[in-house]
């Protein structure tokens, strides 16, 4: 800590507060001064110290090696600054274990770090980046608060930024993977302090099953299949049970198995790599020729398993076989369990939470109430707008008999190896023992699509919580994301199959989400024209506005009731509404945290994101509203915007969840969108998101009506409505800024990934797979400059030659070359300006 006191002063302070060891840094005139402070529980070796850093190594009995920790206080200065980062820069050379590096740097890794006063430039981020990539540290994330520091001046002039932070190598990753970082809000301090938590309460629970994929490579995997899976009698209501006690009989009966096959892997390949070097040691005979050729053997089955079971868990998919590939799996599963682990939240009333069973409890009553129909809603009116699109003719092709070939190609086109699902079986367990298992699911399937069987059993559903912002502080800042057992998806993705085709049918162009032939492009160029129309209109004949409008947990709150009537006033048939609403309404949850769970609940409403068939009926719902407003518009109750003279009257675009409403700004207008969104709000249950909605008005509008519009509207009003779909609706002085965040993603990427986890082979994959596909999606849209796509191959030039962002190797050739394709001796890179006109051309 900086302490700006004398040696004698903080000596006073160490004594009141406990500890029995210090290292004092006396400060020079009024400012800097370092003190740390220790128990005797710990053995602590000062390395090096300077006025900025205190490099230690430290012992304990917690700790099986000496680790190093260095307490660094950045100076303010920014030349002052670089200088302190070649000082740990040398330190970082002599450093062979773990290494914990924490402090006030004054700097900042992401833009989105600092709030208030000016961004920070870009060249200042880099340098701190490069420090960080040479060091081989990355951050180790925090719990709470995002900011650590506040200059403590009243708006406008208030500045937020995180200064404070904690670096780690991954030898620490791996020494302490359950390694927390908490940021605690001070008493009388412009920062905040940094706890860091080592290790986590672990609580004694039953441990689940998960179908690992290494286990189909064993040649008596379908022996042990064909050993438990039983025929069901001929009587319809005993199917469903016996595939149920089918899989049950399966789950344990490879448990057993996988014990006595697949033993602890680590301990074995360890007695096995000492055997083998003991053989090599000895004159090689033929019997020892021999035994080392089956060691081996053994070793890599063992070694291609253990690569199996970390990629199983780290859901790196675009990473295959390669060399080191099992501890790069490995850490990036720690990393990965980390980041979804929930240590700290806020409640209703704003106070931080840390108790595992406070956070649970708050998250379980969150989603009880979230999942919870709040009783009969009055639709008559809203469902009167409806006329049914859907013939008896397509009727009669969606409840057409279902085929053995349609089940077998279904099942095969869903993922192999998802998240953990409730029953433990992914789909690679159904894909490799198909042969074994196929006739009875297909079977099965049948008799459920002809309303013959309950989906009760099957339709068991793990929520899982995926963060909707950079850092979540509240329950609702994160993503319920449905985990269906693969039988349940089955069944779920024919209904989905079925239905397609007929979206564009009922479903008006409007709506660009989900629908065959639609993209999401076009939604994003028609924003981003209105948006540039209103900000340059300059008549006062008549004021307009574009409303950006997102709907709060727009899945989980639509009604069933509502849901049902909705598919029937469209026309579809009583067959085929049964049942879509038996996999919507047969639903059971179970709330998990950190892949524990911590609650279940039978839900009354909402239809699961995770779920194949959601998406469809969810942009269903939605067209109501759609219809709604076309209504209006033809009624003349509502006028939308015109761009131009000849262009059609726009008055919104859908995409899922995400509205766009083009209006004019009169008080009629105003009065019947609130009559409209109402009417629907109240009929579907579904709820403005107020935090995430806004009005962007023309720039000609006058106060008084911003005022007048925000009012019946209950929207607030805003200069800069902030990204649409992703992409900016409003581009600052300069385009290579407004795109600046497509290159700090490829930076945020490249963070982190050491050069001794990826060879080439895995660097030259993740350029491919992962870097150079970020930029497409803009790409497809907009020309980037010159000079922000040279910036990005400059970014991914640094990670080919160095595995970092900082470059700090010799590039043996030029970018251009390495664009060019490996028949001609070059890496295939993409040119991204060829690529950005390639994928205008293609639009």
């Not at 905040?192 to 080592?198: A, D, G, N, S, T």
């Not at 509205?659 to 109240?682: E, F, G, P, V």
């Not at 779909?725 to 600052?732: Q, R, T």
């Not at 993740?766 to 596909?773: F, S």
């Amino acid at each position: 800590m900086e302490t700006k006191q004398k040696a004698s002063v903080v000596r006073k302070v160490r004594r009141r507060c406990g500890f029995t060891e210090e290292w004092i840094v006396n400060p020079v005139g009024r400012s800097g001064g370092l003190a740390l402070w220790w128990s005797d529980v710990v053995t602590v070796n000062i390395l090096f110290s300077s006025s900025n850093i205190i490099h230690t190594s430290v012992m304990s009995e917690a700790l099986s090696t000496p680790s190093y920790i260095t307490f660094i206080y950045g100076p303010t200065d920014e030349a002052e600054r670089l200088l302190c980062w070649e000082e740990v820069r040398r330190i970082s050379n002599n450093i062979r274990t773990s290494w914990l590096c924490l402090g006030d740097f004054n700097d900042i890794l992401f833009q989105h770090e600092k709030c208030g006063g000016r961004p920070r430039a870009w060249r200042k981020i880099l340098n701190f980046k490069c420090f960080v990539a040479d060091c081989e540290l990355e951050d180790l994330g925090y719990n709470g608060p995002i900011f650590t520091w506040c200059n403590n001046r009243d708006y406008p002039e208030t500045i937020h930024e995180r200064t404070d932070r904690t670096l780690g190598n991954l030898q620490l990753r791996e020494q302490l993977p359950c390694l927390q970082v908490f940021n605690v809000v001070p008493a009388g301090s412009d920062h905040h302090f940094l706890f860091i938590q080592c290790q986590y309460e672990k609580r004694q629970q039953s441990r689940t099953f998960h179908f690992e994929s290494a286990w189909v490579s064993h040649g008596n995997f379908l022996d042990v299949i064909k050993g438990c899976w039983r025929n069901s009698s001929d009587q319809d209501h005993s199917v469903l049970e016996t595939f149920v006690s089918n899989l049950k009989r399966c789950r344990q009966r490879l448990i057993a198995w996988s014990k006595k096959e697949f033993p602890n892997s680590g301990k074995t390949i360890k007695r096995l790599k000492t055997h083998l070097d003991e053989l090599t040691q000895v004159v090689r005979t033929p019997d020892i020729a021999r035994g080392i050729a089956n060691i081996k053997g053994d070793l890599e089955r063992l070694l291609e398993c253990e690569e199996q079971y970390w990629w199983q868990r780290s859901r790196i998919n675009w990473l295959g076989a390669g060399d080191k590939n099992s501890r790069f799996f490995h850490i990036s599963t720690i990393k990965r369990r980390q980041q979804n682990r929930i240590a700290c939240i806020r409640n209703d009333e704003g106070n931080w939470l840390y108790e595992k069973d406070a956070i649970s409890d708050n998250i379980a009553n969150f989603f009880q109430e979230l999942f919870t129909t709040s009783g009969a809603r009055p639709m008559d009116t809203v469902l009167g707008f409806i006329e049914p699109t859907i013939s008896s003719d397509m009727n009669r092709n969606l409840l057409l008999p279902i085929s053995t070939e349609e089940i077998k190609a279904t099942a095969f086109s869903l993922g192999s190896n998802k998240a953990p699902r409730p029953d433990g079986f992914s789909g690679k367990f159904y894909h490799s023992s198909w042969s074994e298992i196929g006739e009875f699911v297909c079977s099965m399937v049948k008799k459920i699509f002809v309303g013959h069987l309950l989906l009760n059993d099957l339709n068991e559903t793990n929520i899982t919580l995926i963060p909707k912002v950079q850092k979540p502080e509240h329950v609702s800042h994160f993503r319920p994301i449905g985990l269906c057992n693969f039988s349940y998806k089955i069944i779920s993705k024919i209904l989905a199959n079925r239905m397609r085709p007929l979206l564009d049918t009922c479903i008006s162009q409007n709506q660009s989400a989900f629908v065959p032939g639609r993209c999401i492009h076009d939604n994003i160029i028609i924003a981003n024209e209105v948006y540039h129309y209103l900000r340059r209109k300059k008549d006062t004949g008549k004021y307009e506005f574009a409303l950006k409008m997102d709907m709060s947990k727009a899945y989980d709150r639509v009604e069933w009731n509502f849901l049902e009537n909705v598919l029937f006033r469209f026309g579809f048939c009583t067959e085929w509404v049964s049942l879509v609403m038996k996999c919507v309404c047969s639903v059971s949850l179970n709330i998990c945290l950190s892949g524990e769970k911590v609650s279940s609940l039978t839900p009354s409403r909402g239809i699961r994101q995770g779920d194949p068939l959601s998406p469809y009926l969810f942009i269903i719902i939605a067209e109501v509203l759609s219809i709604m407003i076309r209504q209006s518009q033809t009624d003349y109750f509502i006028r939308g915007v015109k761009l131009s003279h000849s262009c059609p009257e726009l008055t919104h675009s859908f995409f899922a969840d995400d509205a766009l409403l083009y209006m004019r700004a009169s008080q009629r207008n105003c009065n019947h969108l609130a009559d409209i969104l109402k009417m629907y709000c109240t009929a579907s249950g579904q709820v403005i998101n107020l935090d995430k909605s806004s009005i962007l008005f023309s720039s000609n509008t006058p106060d008084n009506v911003k005022n007048m519009v925000g009012r019946i509207l209950g929207i607030p009003v805003t200069e800069d409505p902030g990204r649409y779909l992703g992409i900016p609706s409003i581009w600052g002085k300069t385009k290579h800024q407004a795109l600046a965040y497509v290159r700090e993603r490829i930076a945020n990427k490249i963070q982190g990934w050491g050069h001794s986890l990826l060879s080439f082979a895995g660097r030259d994959v993740m350029i491919k797979a992962v870097l150079q596909t970020i930029p497409i999606y803009p790409m497809n849209v907009f020309k980037f400059p010159v000079k922000t796509c040279k910036e990005i191959s400059s970014l991914i030039a640094n990670f080919w030659w160095s595995g970092t962002v900082s470059g700090g190797t010799t590039h043996w050739k030029d970018w251009g070359y390495l664009t060019t394709a490996k028949s001609t001796g070059g890496m295939g890179f993409r040119d991204l300006s060829v690529m950005n006109d390639a994928l205008l051309a293609n639009c």
